[in-house]
């Protein structure tokens, strides 16, 4: 499928989209549909992807290599980014362009991404914070 019919897609879960139009503060309703569309596309497997969209998912090498990027530079260079950028100029940003400067986004959405690729699960139940700070009983803690 390429990208042009991909962007035709929209969510297929409206009552999921609905409840996270709440938590809508810094991010207009397309840049987060884009962003939520990248982010399922990175963590879900087919199985699970085919519930929300006809997209199929990013090789999870993409997600890995954000995962491990140590500078917000080297969050820029991959692939995982790129696709999530060419998703915000195509969908959100073709009709209302942003106020803020191509730098400052390009800084702003690498931050974004990064934090992004930690979540594993989709839960309106918890606050970021606290999702991030979830210890994992599979990594040793020094």
Do not use: N
């Not at 035709?8 to 009552?15: F, L, T, Y």
């Amino acid at each position: 499928m390429s990208e042009v019919e991909q962007r035709s897609e929209q969510p297929e879960s409206g009552e999921k989209t609905a409840a996270a139009e709440g938590y809508l503060y810094a991010l207009d309703k397309q840049e987060a549909i884009a962003l939520r569309q990248w982010w399922w596309r990175l963590v879900m497997d087919q199985q699970e992807l085919k519930r929300y969209t006809k997209q199929w998912p990013y090789p999870r090498g993409v997600r890995a290599a954000l995962r491990r990027c140590a500078t917000i530079e080297s969050v820029m260079l991959t692939e995982a980014f790129r696709h999530l950028w060419q998703a915000l100029e195509s969908r959100a940003w073709e009709e209302a362009p942003p106020k803020a400067s191509r730098d400052q986004r390009l800084t702003t959405w690498a931050v974004v991404a990064a934090v992004a690729s930690e979540l594993r699960a989709e839960t309106f139940d918890a606050s970021l914070g606290k999702r991030l700070g979830v210890l994992i009983p599979s990594i040793p803690r020094a």
